[in-house]
């Protein structure tokens, strides 16, 4: 069957998991060679940079096969934005975090989490702990809300209607931190939280504020991690 052919609802799930994948894994492989080669010098980070320089570009339309420019871009939904829409998505998106915050906090209280192992950061000079994280915020933010809310919510958005498309794309971003552990209450957290970036999405015309607050979520997370006692 040409690729086409195949319903949409595959065909964004897909492209979407694709776009997510590429910067997620190239990250993890650089990553893993920088901390096991020469854990001084966090070189990876600035080769992870670049790369997302050109990333960014390419799916902004940049690049072969030019045929599929204007795709790439309305696919990538980042077009540039005005300074108040900048501002109330950045509002509006900051408030919906810290809700989900403390009803996170509040949920630590009333059900018996499951406790991870505690990272070890001994081995690591602090510098290259602090751009990894940095950098492994950026490249959570931007490969999942260019593969999810945009390349993946964008299409059903235009097909399906706004709500349908969130519902759908919260569900598959929820179920793929199953990774992180079969726990329904956090997987229903992370479903919340794709559905807060799909609705900022849908509202700005833009996956650009999610990004920023997403990578600066993440990046809280990691620094809180890294800094508090495990049991905190």
Do not use: C
Not at 9 to 22: D, H, K, N, P
Not at 29 to 45: E, G, H, V, Y
């Amino acid at each position: 069957m040409r690729w086409s052919g195949l319903p949409l609802l595959l065909r964004s799930i897909v492209v979407g998991l694709l776009v997510t994948a590429v910067p997620t894994l190239l990250w993890g492989t650089l990553l893993q060679i920088n901390l096991k080669l020469s854990a001084q010098i966090p070189w990876a980070a600035i080769l992870m940079a670049a790369f997302l320089v050109f990333y960014w570009k390419y799916l902004q339309g940049w690049g072969w096969p030019q045929s599929l420019a204007t795709q790439r871009r309305t696919g990538l939904r980042a077009p540039a934005l005005a300074p108040a829409v900048w501002g109330w998505s950045l509002l509006a998106g900051g408030l919906g975090l810290a809700a989900s915050i403390v009803l996170f906090m509040v949920a630590h209280r009333l059900v018996r989490w499951p406790v991870a192992a505690a990272p070890d950061f001994s081995r690591f000079p602090a510098i290259t702990i602090f751009v990894t994280l940095l950098m492994s915020a950026i490249v959570a933010g931007f490969s999942e809300e260019a593969g999810f809310r945009g390349y993946m919510q964008g299409p059903l958005e235009h097909r399906y209607g706004p709500a349908s498309a969130i519902l759908t794309t919260s569900v598959i971003f929820g179920l793929l931190h199953l990774s992180h552990g079969a726990f329904i209450p956090a997987i229903l957290f992370d479903m919340g939280w794709g559905a807060l970036y799909g609705l900022l999405a849908w509202r700005s015309g833009s996956i650009v504020p999610a990004f920023v607050l997403h990578a600066a979520a993440d990046f809280l997370e990691f620094v809180l991690v890294w800094k508090l006692p495990h049991h905190a």
